[in-house]
């Protein structure tokens, strides 16, 4: 008995091939290949460059750190914008406070004289 798994080529997979496992846009792919020198095709098909498994569990990667980073700096950047609106909003009522207590203060001295 011969064993199918042995017998069989592996699987070279192309940037659209990839984009589409992972449910990517092709363009983001090809970004990330021309990004990463370390990422190589490990076979040509004309002008198709074909890549292996390793390589596209390297894709893989590149992705989750992308996105890691991305969902990190958007929180940074919602904490900042909570910060900035926190003394802007406090300010904005101790000004309106203020206000209403000088209208007070206006108007009782206006009816007393």
């Known amino acids: ?23 990517q846009r092709v363009d983001r792919i090809a970004r990330i290949l021309r990004t990463r020198p370390h990422i190589q095709p490990s076979a040509m098909a004309g002008n198709s460059r074909l890549y292996d498994h390793e390589s596209y569990i390297l894709i893989c990667r590149e992705i989750a750190t992308i996105d890691a980073r991305k969902t990190e700096r958007k929180r940074f950047i919602d904490k900042l914008c909570k910060a900035a609106t926190g003394p802007d909003r406090a300010s904005r009522r101790l000004y309106s406070d203020s206000d209403v207590e000088l209208k007070k203060r206006m108007g009782q001295e ?4």
């Open 110 to 113: 206006g009816g007393a004289s």
């Open 1 to 23: 008995m011969q064993n199918d798994a042995t017998d069989t080529p592996p699987r070279l997979l192309t940037t659209g091939e990839i984009a589409k496992r992972l449910g």
